[in-house]
Structures are given as structure tokens and as C-alpha cells.
């Protein structure tokens, strides 16, 4: 990793001076009027009032970001084991085909009839991801995956609406190893959230759920494999359980690169589930998105979709189809993320089916090969074969030392840090998931990694405590951030 | 299948793994092959599984196909656009494209090791300032999903502040963010009620003040609103009493018009697409969302805020992040995580490289254009425009026949007329919107072609 020469803390609004541009406009080629003569006046923001924005040149702003990029960790810099996050590589075929002229400069009200590749290829991914899931209906409007287990509760809420049940059924179940996305969504929805613990496997505590299965229950919220990395070997169970109550099951698919092409949540009696195209499907995250989150469902909730949905014509043309008179309306300006789309629909072409399965075996094998190199050195609260990623703790090494300092302490390394302090349920959680894309040279070198980081911890803990040693800034103070927010540039005076 | 006997797995350029490492780390877990991988999955849902019948493609197939599909479409190079209503065609300065193919920023995530992801915590800095700056608001987050969804996130948060129920919507708003609208509404069981617009296609300001109420937590409206009117937001957050002013703006209509923060606006957002992002059918797009200080432990999103080491050293990090989802579960202020960030990214270095100036200069060259258009519509054609408010790149046009009869064969001279106003209820009404990127001699060859489609039916 080669960290720049950057002075900490700077921003475009340090650099610069008055006069200078990054960008030259064309002059005006048609006859201009004074601009009050075309907007009132009392409308107009005069001169002093204009945004106070940077004044640098071109390559001043180039060589600031150019900067900037080397004080930031990607995938390509190298091993991203954040849990729960599917930090792929990303392949650059998909950049080059998503910037194709007509995919991205294609405009949303253009019509139908000048989008029919842009329409076969939501269609085709649409039916794809209908196959992955195992159910009949989907959406790919929802921007992230909190967006679609949003539209995954709307649904929810409107069949029970539309079957005169809403006010009864006000509760959604979530196991205690649930993203926090889960509760906040069913939250925003307007249901109740009911938390059910996990038993000692690490697993739906089933004479917990059975606790709260009554005629209250619009559906329960389930991550397969969980957030531990293991599969809920009780799902058949759970599912029926919760159907029997007249519940729905929602399937949160932030962990689905575990059992591609291997298994389908359809088949685990699974309702709906959300994809997150920007993880399983190897779609850039671009520094926190844009993602993009479909929702498939099975037939019984099909007719609550968001409009409009993308239909195949009896003459094979494709079309909007706003003609749902109960969909839960819209959740996005126009269709969701296209240019997310387009990315994931490469992918899933360029892998077939042979592709799909060895992206799942070698993202479980990845991750089984790294627990067992870690489990001798790290506790591992839950020891069992694991699907895509696992859960140490930090706790044990020394008193002093926690998670944090691990963490930290993992990007002198030269790696990026697995997410930390979740699932909840594991005190000083180190939730690691390594992807399919990591080479078995890279899990040594990462394994080896943690084991000094260990033994320094019980020799020099200090190091910990004081990493990282390595990058631009050291450990940066969070609570002052926090209590004493600045969140905009100081301008002076 | 992807397991040949002995459990190895097929070679694929996005899976690094040889026979060799299979074995080898099979042998180090204990497993014979890579089926005990999945022996903790039920046999009956293995059993159930479906392939999709796929063959997998090399790269230089998959290119072949994605570009055939490509070309189904119209290609955007041969026409001129004036097709806007949400999401419009500027310029991308090369030097945004460029970064957004760093990967050092495209393939990170969140921010969430502050120390490993400078790069992306500064940027957002900056564009939090300089979104602040564009509204006249104190605070922004680092962006949502695009103007709909963040116009509706600006409800539940007044609703969240305020405590109230009742929300009024200016019915001059974008039809698909009051689509939008309606659906979080619905959810979050808030109750609203419609404000219409009057001959100038501005809201009427007269109705607000008649029915806010005891239990009005707000007004969500739009400038430039849907029909390309800028709205007139005096005396309006006095009209509301205890209900917050929540304004969706045009980023660079701002960089000419008055902001709504100037204007007492409590929550500002808006569709920041137009700040380098290509219209790519309609999403990625950027929500912008900005409120006043006094609010913003209840804001949305991500922050990143500045701090130091222990060396006093200035850093940035997500800050005030007992707001979010991860921390706060079932009360997070919003269920957001993932949201726009490299479109965020894209309208930092998009302001970045037009500054200060560039970015009033720009605003004045659309306006210019879009008027003198409009101009010359209506006095060689005699189309008056349908709502007569004042204006800044977009405007709507009477149209003698419907427009669904004259915009095939602009198309047929090269053009992309504009948005059809009669899906919308509005017949015999054409939105028209322009950008620097039309020339003179396009906006000139637009209007001659108007007169021949209307002369020769």
C-alpha cells in the first residue's frame, strides 16, 4: 500500500485562490438578456450571495484527488474482509459495458419503443434473479438492500391491507443476529419489531419463536446463512412455523453469495427476498453505493409490486406496466438503479450456471480454510462449518486490548478490517468474510497477519492501542467528532 | 457443473482457486470435498435446486451480447435532447468521468475504518459543504437515493421533529416523488393533503396558509416544481407556524437563484443527478439532503465530520452515527445504509471544477438558452407557454395538436421533442428542457422542425 504525501485534513477549500477555474464554459451563442428580465428579481442571488465553492485549477483538483485515492482502501489495494459486505472484485468488463452510450445516457421518458434493449435486459436480469430466488414475481426498483426490505415490508403491510388484517397483524419477528437494516425498515414500515434470541448453536431459538407465534404476526425477517456465517438448520421448521400463523418469511439477501447456485430461499418456504446487487453480483460500492436492491416474491404478493414493472409482450417487445391497481405505488423517481443492472446482468451471463456454483463453493471454502488458520489463535464463539464468513472475538488476548485495536492494527498490515462489534451478539465481534475472489496465498498472508497481531497483543499491547502506525492520520478521535460536530468547511470570517 | 469429480472447482477470471488450493484447503478444514462444504443445508433444498440454465460467457462474448443489447436501443450520439422532467442531460467534464474509474474510490465501501478511507471521508466533507453552501442549510448528509425518496425522508423527518401527522404537498411537485411520497406516507401512517397551483403554475400560497393546522408537520414542495416554474417561497415558513418548510432545488438553478435556506427552508433537498452523473434510464441518481444544525441529530444518512489523532492531526470519520440504522436499529431516524455515494462523489469534483464562478456562469448560460428558446417558440410558432411563472431550464409549451403526434417525426429530423405532459393529465402540452449543451444552431434546427411537423399533418 503506498500512502500519499497529502497534508492531513486537507480540502479543495484550502486550495486555490480567487480567479482561478478547474472547467471553461462556452460563451453564450444566443442573444442573452439581463438576467433579472428573464427571473424576478426578488428571486435572483446576487454575487455576494453565491455558494462560496473552491476556486482551483485543473490540475490542481486532479493531483488533490489523485491524493486522495491513495489514502483510500479498495478492493483493488487488496484483502477487504468486511462480514456481511461481499467485498468481491469487481470486474471491469462490467464498467466498460455499463458506460456503453445507450445504457448511460439513456434517458428515463425516452419511451418505450427506443428502450427495448434497456427493458430485455431488466427483463432477462429479472428472471434470472427469479430463478436464483426460487419465486415468481420481482421488482428492481429499490436502490439498496434497507430500500428493498423496505418495499419487502410495504408489501407485507399492503397484502394485510388489502385482506382487512392490518390492524391485527402489527409485528415483525427478527432474530437477534439480524442486520440493523432489519429492525430500522420494519420500524419505518410502521410494524413492531420483536426480537427473538439465538440459541447456543448460534441459531433461531425455536422454543422462543414459538413464544411469539400468534395471529399478530405479519412475518418474520431471516438472514440465510445468519450473520454468524452459519445456516439456520431449522429454516424448513421456522418457515412452516411462522406460514402456519399466517405469517410472511422475508429472506435478507445480504448473504446469498453463500448458496448460489447450490440453493434457492424459495425453497426454504422463503416469501421474499431482497438481493443486493452490489454484493453478490460483483457490482462496485463505491464508497457506500449506489447498490441497487430487487425484491422477489412469490405469487401471493405479486400484485402489491411497485409500478411500473418490466413486462414481456405476446410479440416478445417489452414494456412499463403501470396497470396495477394495488400496487404499494413507487419507491424510487423512475425504475432503480440501471447502471447497477446492467453491471450484475453481465456478471451473472459471463458466469452461467457452472460460474454461479463455484463463486459459492469458493466464497464457504474461503472462509471455512481462514476460521481454522484463526480459531486456535482467536476466540471462536461458535465453531461449526460456516458458510461465506464467520465471527471471532476479540476478547482474551489481553484485558486492554479490544476489537478496535485489532482492527486497526490490521491496516498496518496492509489489510482492510473485517466489520467489527456485529452481530450484536458476540461481545467485540470480528466478522470476517473473505469473498470467493481472495487467493489462498492472500488468506495466509491475512491468517499470518492476525496471528502477530495476537502475540503482540499480549507482548506489546501498546502497539495495538496506538495503530494505526501506517496511514495519513492515526487513530482518529470519534467522540470529539461526535461532540463537538464539524461538519461543513470553516470558512473564515 | 461447477464440481467435477474429486471436488474440484472450475477455473473461472473471477476465482483465483487451482485444483491444487481446493485440495490443499480442503484438506486443511478436514472435508473430503467441496459438497461437505454445504452438508449443513438440508438435503431437501439441496435436492430442490433448479439450475438456471445458463452457459457461462468469456468476456469477449459477454461484450459482443451486452453491445447488441446496447444497440436495440436508441443511441443517444444521434439525436439532440430535450428531454428533461427529473433527470437531464449536461455535460460530464472528462476530468469527473476519470475519477469515477479510480478505483480506489469505486471499489471501497463505507467509510467505516476512518483511517483506511481518508480519500472518501474528505470528499464527502466537501460535498457536505458545498451542498450547504448550494441551499443555504447548515448540514448535509452524504447523499440518499435520488430527489423522490429524499423528499420523502424529509417528511418523516419533520413528522419525527414535529411529532405531527398532517402533511401538505404541492401538487405542482414531480408526479413520481408525490408517487414516491404517498407510498411513505402510507407506511409511516401520515395523512396528506394536496396544495394546488394556480394559472402561473406556482403553488397557491393562499391555500397553505388555510389549512395548516395544530397538526400540520410540514410542506414538501419543489422549485423549479415539475413544470419548470420556480417557485416563489416568501412568507411561506411563516404560513406554516410549528410545520417545517421541506424544499426539493435544482443544484444549479442554485448557482443564480435564491436558496431556500435563504428563505427560512427547515430540510432541503433535491436531485443531484445533474452534477455529473449520466442519466443512465433513470438511477443511479443522487438525492441531495440539507437541513439547519439545530436538526441534525435527526437527519438521515451518513456524515463524515472532522476531528483529530492523537498527534492533532485533522482527519475526517462518520460522525453522529447513534442516528443509524447499525447503532439504533428499530429507532434509527431511517433505515438507510447503502446510498449514492459515488454519484456524490461525481458532483463534488463536478463543483469542484466549475467553482465559484463556473457555477453561476453555467446556471446563466442554461437560463439564457432555455429562454431564448422559449422565446422563439412563441413568437414564430405562436405556442404560449402553458404555465406563465417564471423559469429557469425547463418550461411547458401549448402545443396545437398533441404532442404525441408531433414527436415522431421530430425524432425523424433528429430530435428528442421533450416530455408529453398528457400521461400526466395535462394534454396538448409539451416540457421542454434545455442544457448548455445545445447550440444555438440545434435550438434554431428545433424550432424550423417544429414548424414543419406542425405544417405539413
Given amino acids: 500500500m503506498t500512502w500519499g504525501e497529502l497534508e492531513p485534513g486537507r480540502t479543495l477549500f484550502d486550495l486555490g485562490r480567487p480567479g482561478r477555474r478547474g472547467l471553461r464554459l462556452p460563451e453564450p451563442d444566443?442573444?442573452?438578456?439581463?438576467?433579472?428580465?428573464?427571473?424576478?428579481?426578488?428571486?435572483?442571488?446576487?454575487?455576494?450571495?453565491?455558494?462560496?465553492?473552491?476556486?482551483?485549477?485543473?490540475?490542481?483538483?486532479?493531483?488533490?484527488?489523485?491524493?486522495?485515492?491513495?489514502?483510500?482502501?479498495?478492493?483493488?489495494?487488496?484483502?477487504?474482509?468486511?462480514?456481511?459486505?461481499?467485498?468481491?472484485?469487481?470486474?471491469?468488463?462490467?464498467?466498460?459495458?455499463?458506460?456503453?452510450?445507450?445504457?448511460?445516457?439513456?434517458?428515463?421518458?425516452?419511451?418505450?419503443?427506443?428502450?427495448?434493449?434497456?427493458?430485455?435486459?431488466?427483463?432477462?436480469?429479472?428472471?434470472?434473479?427469479?430463478?436464483?430466488?426460487?419465486?415468481?414475481?420481482?421488482?428492481?426498483?429499490?436502490?439498496?438492500?434497507?430500500?428493498?426490505?423496505?418495499?419487502?415490508?410495504?408489501?407485507?403491510?399492503?397484502?394485510?391491507?388489502?385482506?382487512?388484517?392490518?390492524?391485527?397483524?402489527?409485528?415483525?419477528?427478527?432474530?437477534?443476529?439480524?442486520?440493523?437494516?432489519?429492525?430500522?425498515?420494519?420500524?419505518?414500515?410502521?410494524?413492531?419489531?420483536?426480537?427473538?434470541?439465538?440459541?447456543?448453536?448460534?441459531?433461531?431459538?425455536?422454543?422462543?419463536?414459538?413464544?411469539?407465534?400468534?395471529?399478530?404476526?405479519?412475518?418474520?425477517?431471516?438472514?440465510?446463512?445468519?450473520?454468524?456465517?452459519?445456516?439456520?438448520?431449522?429454516?424448513?421448521?421456522?418457515?412452516?412455523?411462522?406460514?402456519?400463523?399466517?405469517?410472511?418469511?422475508?429472506?435478507?439477501?445480504?448473504?446469498?453469495?453463500?448458496?448460489?447456485?447450490?440453493?434457492?430461499?424459495?425453497?426454504?418456504?422463503?416469501?421474499?427476498?431482497?438481493?443486493?446487487?452490489?454484493?453478490?453480483?460483483?457490482?462496485?460500492?463505491?464508497?457506500?453505493?449506489?447498490?441497487?436492491?430487487?425484491?422477489?416474491?412469490?405469487?401471493?404478493?405479486?400484485?402489491?409490486?411497485?409500478?411500473?414493472?418490466?413486462?414481456?409482450?405476446?410479440?416478445?417487445?417489452?414494456?412499463?406496466?403501470?396497470?396495477?391497481?394495488?400496487?404499494?405505488?413507487?419507491?424510487?423517481?423512475?425504475?432503480?438503479?440501471?447502471?447497477?443492472?446492467?453491471?450484475?446482468?453481465?456478471?451473472?451471463?459471463?458466469?452461467?450456471?457452472?460460474?454461479?456454483?463455484?463463486?459459492?463453493?469458493?466464497?464457504?471454502?474461503?472462509?471455512?480454510?481462514?476460521?481454522?488458520?484463526?480459531?486456535?489463535?482467536?476466540?471462536?464463539?461458535?465453531?461449526?462449518?460456516?458458510?461465506?464468513?464467520?465471527?471471532?472475538?476479540?476478547?482474551?488476548?489481553?484485558?486492554?486490548?479490544?476489537?478496535?485495536?485489532?482492527?486497526?492494527?490490521?491496516?498496518?498490515?496492509?489489510?482492510?478490517?473485517?466489520?467489527?462489534?456485529?452481530?450484536?451478539?458476540?461481545?467485540?465481534?470480528?466478522?470476517?468474510?473473505?469473498?470467493?475472489?481472495?487467493?489462498?496465498?492472500?488468506?495466509?498472508?491475512?491468517?499470518?497477519?492476525?496471528?502477530?497481531?495476537?502475540?503482540?497483543?499480549?507482548?506489546?499491547?501498546?502497539?495495538?492501542?496506538?495503530?494505526?502506525?501506517?496511514?495519513?492520520?492515526?487513530?482518529?478521535?470519534?467522540?470529539?467528532?461526535?461532540?463537538?460536530?464539524?461538519?461543513?468547511?470553516?470558512?473564515?470570517? | 457443473m461447477g464440481t467435477r469429480e474429486g471436488g474440484s472447482l472450475r477455473r473461472s477470471e473471477f476465482i483465483p482457486h487451482t485444483p491444487q488450493d481446493v485440495e490443499e484447503m480442503l484438506r486443511a478444514v478436514g472435508l473430503q470435498s467441496v459438497d461437505d462444504l454445504f452438508q449443513d443445508i438440508p438435503r431437501e433444498i439441496l435436492d430442490r435446486y433448479e439450475p438456471l440454465g445458463l452457459d457461462p460467457l468469456s468476456e469477449l462474448e459477454a461484450k459482443r451480447l451486452l453491445t447488441q443489447i446496447a444497440e436495440e436501443n436508441l443511441d443517444p450520439r444521434r439525436f439532440v435532447s430535450f428531454l428533461g422532467a427529473g433527470v437531464y442531460d449536461h455535460d460530464i467534464p472528462s476530468v469527473v468521468s476519470y475519477f469515477m474509474t479510480r478505483s480506489e474510490f469505486f471499489t471501497s465501501y463505507t467509510p467505516y475504518q476512518a483511517e483506511a478511507s481518508q480519500g472518501t471521508l474528505t470528499w464527502m466533507f466537501e460535498y457536505q459543504t458545498m451542498v450547504c453552501e448550494l441551499t443555504g442549510m447548515d448540514v448535509a448528509n452524504a447523499s440518499m437515493y435520488d430527489g423522490g425518496s429524499a423528499l420523502a425522508e424529509a417528511m418523516l423527518m419533520a413528522h419525527n421533529l414535529t411529532g405531527r401527522r398532517k402533511f401538505l404537498v404541492a401538487e405542482s411537485v414531480h408526479p413520481h416523488y408525490r408517487r414516491v411520497i404517498r407510498t411513505y406516507a402510507w407506511a409511516a401512517d401520515l395523512e396528506l393533503a394536496s396544495v394546488p397551483y394556480d394559472d402561473q403554475g406556482q403553488l397557491d400560497k393562499g391555500f397553505v396558509a388555510e389549512n395548516v393546522d395544530e397538526e400540520t408537520g410540514g410542506l414538501l414542495m419543489q422549485t423549479p416544481n415539475f413544470f419548470g416554474v420556480l417557485e416563489d417561497l416568501r412568507n411561506l415558513k411563516d404560513a406554516l407556524g410549528k410545520g417545517l418548510l421541506c424544499v426539493s432545488a435544482h443544484p444549479i438553478a442554485l448557482g443564480i437563484v435564491k436558496p431556500p435556506g435563504a428563505f427560512g427552508a427547515d430540510i432541503v433537498v433535491g436531485e443531484g443527478q445533474v452534477l455529473g452523473n449520466p442519466s443512465a434510464f433513470g438511477g443511479p441518481l443522487l438525492g441531495l439532503f440539507a437541513c439547519r444544525k439545530e436538526h441534525m441529530r435527526r437527519m438521515p444518512g451518513r456524515i463524515s465530520g472532522r476531528t483529530t489523532d492523537a498527534q492533532g492531526r485533522v482527519g475526517y470519520i462518520m460522525t453522529l452515527q447513534a442516528r443509524e440504522q447499525h447503532i439504533r436499529r428499530a429507532k434509527a431516524t431511517s433505515n438507510i445504509c447503502t446510498n449514492q455515494a459515488l454519484c456524490a462523489f461525481a458532483a463534488t469534483l463536478f463543483l469542484g471544477l466549475l467553482g465559484k464562478r463556473g457555477l453561476r456562469e453555467l446556471a446563466a448560460l442554461i437560463a439564457q438558452k432555455a429562454h431564448y428558446l422559449a422565446r422563439r417558440i412563441e413568437e414564430e410558432l405562436g405556442w404560449p407557454r402553458r404555465w406563465k411563472g417564471p423559469f429557469f431550464n425547463e418550461f411547458a409549451v401549448e402545443t396545437p395538436v398533441p404532442p404525441r403526434e408531433i414527436l415522431p417525426r421530430l425524432r425523424e429530423r433528429g430530435f428528442l421533442g421533450g416530455v408529453d405532459l398528457e400521461p400526466f393529465g395535462h394534454p396538448n402540452a409539451l416540457l421542454i428542457a434545455v442544457t448548455e449543451r445545445r447550440t444555438r444552431a440545434e435550438l434554431d434546427g428545433f424550432v424550423e422542425a417544429l414548424k414543419e411537423v406542425t405544417r405539413s399533418r
Fill in chain 1, 30 to 493: 444566443v442573444d442573452t438578456r439581463p438576467l433579472e428580465e428573464l427571473i424576478p428579481e426578488e428571486l435572483l442571488r446576487s454575487e455576494e450571495e453565491a455558494p462560496r465553492l473552491p476556486e482551483v485549477s485543473q490540475i490542481e483538483l486532479v493531483r488533490h484527488y489523485t491524493d486522495l485515492s491513495l489514502v483510500n482502501y479498495g478492493v483493488d489495494t487488496g484483502v477487504y474482509p468486511l462480514g456481511s459486505c461481499t467485498m468481491k472484485y469487481n470486474p471491469r468488463v462490467n464498467e466498460e459495458v455499463a458506460r456503453l452510450p445507450q445504457f448511460a445516457h439513456a434517458h428515463p421518458l425516452q419511451g418505450e419503443e427506443l428502450s427495448q434493449g434497456i427493458l430485455r435486459l431488466m427483463y432477462e436480469l429479472g428472471e434470472l434473479l427469479k430463478k436464483i430466488a426460487g419465486l415468481s414475481a420481482i421488482t428492481l426498483q429499490p436502490a439498496a438492500g434497507a430500500h428493498g426490505e423496505f418495499v419487502g415490508m410495504l408489501l407485507i403491510k399492503r397484502y394485510f391491507e388489502d385482506h382487512g388484517e392490518l390492524p391485527k397483524r402489527r409485528k415483525i419477528l427478527l432474530p437477534d443476529s439480524a442486520h440493523g437494516t432489519n429492525p430500522a425498515s420494519a420500524h419505518i414500515a410502521g410494524f413492531e419489531v420483536v426480537e427473538i434470541p439465538s440459541d447456543e448453536r448460534g441459531m433461531v431459538d425455536l422454543r422462543k419463536l414459538k413464544e411469539h407465534l400468534d395471529g399478530s404476526v405479519a412475518g418474520i425477517m431471516l438472514t440465510v446463512p445468519n450473520t454468524l456465517g452459519i445456516f439456520e438448520e431449522d429454516i424448513l421448521q421456522i418457515t412452516k412455523l411462522v406460514h402456519e400463523v399466517g405469517g410472511f418469511c422475508y429472506f435478507d439477501g445480504a448473504n446469498l453469495n453463500s448458496i448460489l447456485g447450490r440453493a434457492r430461499p424459495g425453497d426454504f418456504g422463503v416469501d421474499i427476498v431482497h438481493f443486493n446487487l452490489h454484493k453478490t453480483f460483483s457490482t462496485p460500492h463505491g464508497g457506500g453505493g449506489p447498490g441497487s436492491g430487487p425484491v422477489a416474491v412469490c405469487e401471493a404478493l405479486a400484485p402489491y409490486l411497485p409500478v411500473p414493472i418490466v413486462r414481456r409482450r405476446d410479440d416478445g417487445s417489452f414494456s412499463l406496466d403501470y396497470d396495477l391497481p394495488k400496487s404499494l405505488g413507487r419507491v424510487h423517481s423512475f425504475y432503480g438503479n440501471f447502471g447497477v443492472m446492467v453491471r450484475a446482468y453481465t456478471y451473472i451471463r459471463m458466469l452461467g450456471d457452472e460460474g454461479l456454483r463455484a463463486v459459492s463453493e469458493a466464497a464457504v471454502l474461503n472462509a471455512n480454510y481462514l476460521k481454522e488458520k484463526l480459531k486456535g489463535v482467536y476466540r471462536l464463539p461458535y465453531d461449526r462449518l460456516c458458510k461465506h464468513e464467520f465471527v471471532l472475538s476479540g476478547k482474551g488476548l489481553h484485558p486492554e486490548v479490544r476489537t478496535v485495536d485489532i482492527a486497526k492494527r490490521l491496516i498496518d498490515y496492509g489489510f482492510h478490517p473485517p466489520t467489527v462489534y456485529f452481530p450484536l451478539i458476540v461481545p467485540e465481534a470480528l466478522m470476517i468474510e473473505p469473498t470467493e475472489t481472495v487467493m489462498k496465498e492472500e488468506l495466509d498472508a491475512l491468517a499470518d497477519a492476525f496471528s502477530k497481531i495476537a502475540e503482540e497483543a499480549k507482548e506489546s499491547p501498546e502497539v495495538l492501542k496506538e495503530a494505526p502506525h501506517t496511514t495519513i492520520v492515526g487513530r482518529l478521535d470519534d467522540v470529539k467528532a461526535a461532540r463537538q460536530p464539524v461538519l461543513t468547511y470553516p470558512f473564515e470570517g
